[in-house]
């Protein structure tokens, strides 16, 4: 169930994201949050992506403008994401999406989180 905000983000749930991950799908999940909130937990196969380092690890690590991205933070009141995400948009990725959820909502989902490389 993808939507639309006013700030022009393609928006994913929760649940969809889930999914993604537990199909295994091939896309980049990305934490827009400094390197410390990365370090302390984040969602299952995130890369940390700090919203000052974006576009340079974005051209290091995933090159093809085709990637799937999906940027997400710490929660709905959180607009890393949102940022992150159009500065993408404007380097010339085509298929990026925010999960605006965050954190807090992944969470309150019940889903497990990783610190380090591991749940």
Same mark, same amino acid.
């Given at each position: 169930?993808?939507?639309t @905000? /006013? $700030?022009s983000?393609v928006?994913?749930? /929760?649940?969809?994201?889930?999914?993604?991950?537990?199909r295994g799908?091939?896309f980049?999940?990305?934490? !827009?949050?400094?390197?410390?909130y990365?370090q302390?937990?984040?969602? %299952? &196969?995130?890369?940390?992506?700090? %919203? !000052?380092? !974006?576009?340079?690890?974005? &051209? #290091?690590? =995933?090159?093809?403008?085709? @990637?799937?991205i999906?940027v997400?933070?710490?929660?709905?009141?959180?607009?890393n994401?949102?940022e992150?995400a159009?500065?993408? $948009? /404007?380097?010339g990725? @085509?298929?990026?999406?925010? =999960? !605006?959820?965050?954190?807090?909502?992944?969470? #309150?989902?019940?889903? %497990? =989180?990783?610190k380090?490389?591991? @749940?």
């Amino acid at each position: 169930m993808s939507t639309t @905000t /006013a $700030s022009s983000s393609v928006l994913i749930d /929760a649940r969809e994201l889930h999914e993604k991950i537990e199909r295994g799908d091939h896309f980049v999940l990305a934490e !827009a949050l400094a390197l410390k909130y990365y370090q302390e937990k984040h969602l %299952p &196969k995130a890369i940390a992506l700090p %919203p !000052a380092d !974006a576009a340079r690890i974005a &051209k #290091e690590s =995933f090159p093809a403008h085709d @990637t799937p991205i999906v940027v997400y933070c710490a929660s709905n009141t959180c607009n890393n994401s949102h940022e992150v995400a159009k500065e993408l $948009s /404007a380097l010339g990725y @085509t298929d990026v999406r925010v =999960f !605006a959820e965050g954190k807090k909502g992944w969470g #309150e989902a019940g889903f %497990p =989180f990783e610190k380090d490389g591991s @749940t």
